[in-house]
Nanobody, 121 residues
Framework: QVQLVESGGGLVQAGGSLRLSCAAS????????MRWYRQAPGKQRELVAS???????NYAASVRGRFTISADNAKNTVSLEMNNLRAEDTAVYYC???????????????WGQGTQVTVSS
C-alpha cells in the first residue's frame, strides 16, 4: 500500500504564506504524477497544481503566479508553496499521486487525508 501524509496547513492572514508538504511512503517503485487538490465547503474538489516526473508543472488559473509546486523524486515528496493567500483559498488541501508499486506494475492513484488551510480576511 501507499500512504500519503500531508503537513503544513493552518490559519494565516490574507496576504500571508504557507507551505504544504506531502510525503509518500510504502511500497513505491515509481511516481508519475503528483498533484494538490482542494475542496472548500459546499464546493467540488478542484485541481490546484500538478507536477509530473519530468518536472513539468500546471496550475489552476486562480493560483497561477501565487502558488508553486515542487517535488523531490528521490524522497517521494511534493510541496506547495502558497503566497499572497486570499480568503477564497480557504479549503482542505489534498495530496494525490499516481504511483506504481512494482516494476511493470499498473499505476494507481492515492490520496492523502487532507490538511486544512484557513485564510482570514
Amino acid at each position: 500500500q501507499v500512504q500519503l501524509v500531508e503537513s503544513g496547513g493552518g490559519l494565516v492572514q490574507a496576504g500571508g504564506s504557507l507551505r504544504l508538504s506531502c510525503a509518500a511512503s510504502g511500497t513505491i517503485f515509481a511516481i508519475s504524477l503528483m498533484r494538490w487538490y482542494r475542496q472548500a465547503p459546499g464546493k467540488q474538489r478542484e485541481l490546484v497544481a500538478s507536477i509530473n516526473s519530468s518536472g513539468s508543472t500546471n496550475y489552476a488559473a486562480s493560483v497561477r503566479g501565487r502558488f508553486t509546486i515542487s517535488a523531490d523524486n528521490a524522497k517521494n515528496t511534493v510541496s506547495l508553496e502558497m503566497n499572497n493567500l486570499r480568503a477564497e483559498d480557504t479549503a482542505v488541501y489534498y495530496c494525490y499521486v499516481d504511483a506504481a508499486r512494482y516494476s511493470g506494475g499498473n499505476y494507481y492513484n492515492y490520496w492523502g487525508q487532507g490538511t486544512q488551510v484557513t485564510v482570514s480576511s
